[in-house]
Each structure stands twice: as structure tokens, then as C-alpha cells.
């Protein structure tokens, strides 16, 4: 199955069904990128975020996940670049966990 640049960062970026899938594909194109080919969203953000709080994905998934999103030249994430940084930095922030990921889904609808 072949999948595109913008469909393994979508499917990673959303915890899709094919993330393994997506992990394999993207080792096969450059790191690098001249061009941002796709947005992750405030909705993106929630989706993750809700995922956390019925406990389908980690504290450390969500570490790694941001700290993919971060490292990324092929990803545009200006609209929630604060809440990335706090995902990505615990250390910084303070451990992750249901109370703050609570607060934050509930910033993240207001703005």
C-alpha cells in the first residue's frame, strides 16, 4: 500500500488506524521540506487531547507526539503552537495529566 507524504502526516498527526503505516512511509521521503503540507488545527489538537482523556494514548505518547509536530518543517502548527510547546516540554510545564489536558481542551474551544 503506498501512502503519500500528506496522508502519513495526517494519519500521524490524527492517530489514525494506519500510524505504523505512516511512520514507514515517511522514512522513505527527504526530512527536509520546502513546503508545509498540512495544518494541524485547533480541531487536531482536541481530537489528540480526547484521545489522552479516555485514555486511549499516554502522557508519553502525547510528549512524543507533540515533539513530532515540533520537529516537523513539513507541518504548519502556528494556530496551536503554545499548547505543542507544553505538550512537548512537561519537564517545563509540569507533568501532564487529566486535570491540566482538561483545562486545556476546554482553552483550546474557547479560542
Not at 88 to 96: D, F, K, T, Y
Request: hydrophobic share 50%.
Amino acid at each position: 500500500m503506498h501512502i503519500s507524504r500528506t496522508e502519513a502526516l495526517r494519519q500521524i498527526v490524527r492517530f489514525g488506524e494506519n500510524r505504523d503505516l505512516a511512520y514507514v512511509a515517511l522514512a522513505s521521503f527527504p526530512f527536509d521540506s520546502d513546503v508545509e503540507l498540512l495544518e494541524v488545527s485547533k480541531l487536531d489538537l482536541t481530537l489528540v487531547l480526547n484521545k489522552f482523556l479516555v485514555n486511549e494514548i499516554s502522557a508519553d505518547d502525547l510528549e512524543m507526539w507533540a515533539n513530532f509536530i515540533e520537529c516537523r518543517d513539513d507541518l504548519n502548527y502556528e494556530e496551536i503552537e503554545d499548547y505543542i510547546y507544553a505538550l512537548a516540554n512537561p519537564e517545563l510545564v509540569g507533568e501532564l495529566d487529566l486535570i491540566k489536558i482538561k483545562k486545556m481542551v476546554q482553552l483550546v474551544n474557547v479560542l
